[in-house]
């Protein structure tokens, strides 16, 4: 239902719940207010995010691989299992977004010396370049949508995020 459909004064979840309340009252969809607008918000993140990523030619996954190289410090370099380990992509998917970062010559390949088995990905020169112009546009991007939250509510959400996320790690493991 496009914003417009929505009557004043309520947003598109509120309308939803209104909807399901009305169809099906055995029902309770008050998670609805925190979920799916916790959803609605990282879709509109999503968005700002990789609109910043797009001016330097990254995806999201492609960001992500060059940044957790370059968080490793020198020589900006991880083993392959450590690199998915520290991105939020799956293996099969991080061998395809290094082909292609290989491929544009911002990461290489090569075997570590202790055990030829193992795999190591380094940024080249061209990759932490890339990544340094990136990562300050992001961080300056990241503080503008905050910026529009506010501090003190930027600081509470930051709390309850993190306690919400243990608990949920926690649950899922257990």
Known sequence: MPDDDVPSGRDRVAQIQIEWRRERPDLDPSPQGVIARLHLVSLKLTERLVAVYNEFGL??????????????????ERAAGELADHT????????????????????????EAADAR?????????????????????????????????????????????????????????
Not at 88 to 109: F, M, P
Not at 168 to 174: P, S
């Open 88 to 111: 939020l992509i799956s293996t099969g998917g991080l061998t395809k977004r290094v082909d292609r970062l290989e491929a544009r010559g911002l990461v290489e390949r090569r075997l």
């Open 59 to 76: 995806s999201e996954g492609e960001f992500d691989v060059l940044a957790t190289l370059r968080r490793a410090g020198a020589p900006f």
């Open 118 to 174: 193992k795999r190591l990905v380094r940024l080249t020169p061209a990759g932490r370049d890339v990544i340094d112009r990136a990562i300050g546009a992001h961080l300056d991007n990241e503080h503008r949508i905050l910026r529009e939250l506010g501090a003190p509510d930027a600081d509470a959400l930051e709390a309850v995020l993190t306690r919400w996320l243990r608990v949920l790690d926690e649950t899922w493991q257990g």
